[in-house]
Nanobody, 123 residues
Framework: QLQLVETGGDLVQPGGSLRLSCAAS????????VGWFRQAPGKEPELISC???????NYSDFVKGRFTTSRDSTKNTVYLKMNNLKPDDTGVYYC?????????????????WGEGTAVTVSS
C-alpha cells in the first residue's frame, strides 16, 4: 500500500520552530518530487516547497529564509524545518509526491497525499 504520513504538527508560539516529517511506505521518495503544502482555514491549499529528485528545492516566497526541506533516504522520509513561525503559518500541512514531473509540484500534479498534520501558531 502506497502511503504518506505526516507528523510533527503542534501548537507553537510566534517565533518558534517545528520540524514536520513525511514518511513514505510502499514506494521510494527518491524517485518522486515531494511537495509540502498547507491549507489555512477557509483557503485553498498552497505550495510551500518542492523537493526535486535532484534534491534541488524551490520555495514559495512567503517561506524563503524561514523553512527548509530535506530528505533522509535511509528513512524514506522528507522533512520540513520551520523557523520563525508566524500566526499566518497556521494551517494543516500536507506532503505529497509525484513522478509525473520530477522537478515541479502543484496541487493538480501530485499523485499521493498524506492526511496532514496541524500547525497552530499562537501566543
Amino acid at each position: 500500500q502506497l502511503q504518506l504520513v505526516e507528523t510533527g504538527g503542534d501548537l507553537v508560539q510566534p517565533g518558534g520552530s517545528l520540524r514536520l516529517s513525511c514518511a513514505a511506505s510502499g514506494f521510494s521518495l527518491n524517485s518522486y518530487a515531494v511537495g509540502w503544502f498547507r491549507q489555512a482555514p477557509g483557503k485553498e491549499p498552497e505550495l510551500i516547497s518542492c523537493l526535486a529528485t535532484s534534491d534541488e528545492t524551490n520555495y514559495s516566497d512567503f517561506v524563503k529564509g524561514r523553512f527548509t526541506t530535506s530528505r533522509d533516504s535511509t528513512k524514506n522520509t522528507v522533512y520540513l524545518k520551520m523557523n520563525n513561525l508566524k500566526p499566518d503559518d497556521t494551517g494543516v500541512y500536507y506532503c505529497a509526491a509525484t513522478d509525473l514531473v520530477l522537478n515541479h509540484c502543484s496541487v493538480k500534479l501530485m499523485d499521493y497525499w498524506g492526511e496532514g498534520t496541524a500547525v497552530t501558531v499562537s501566543s
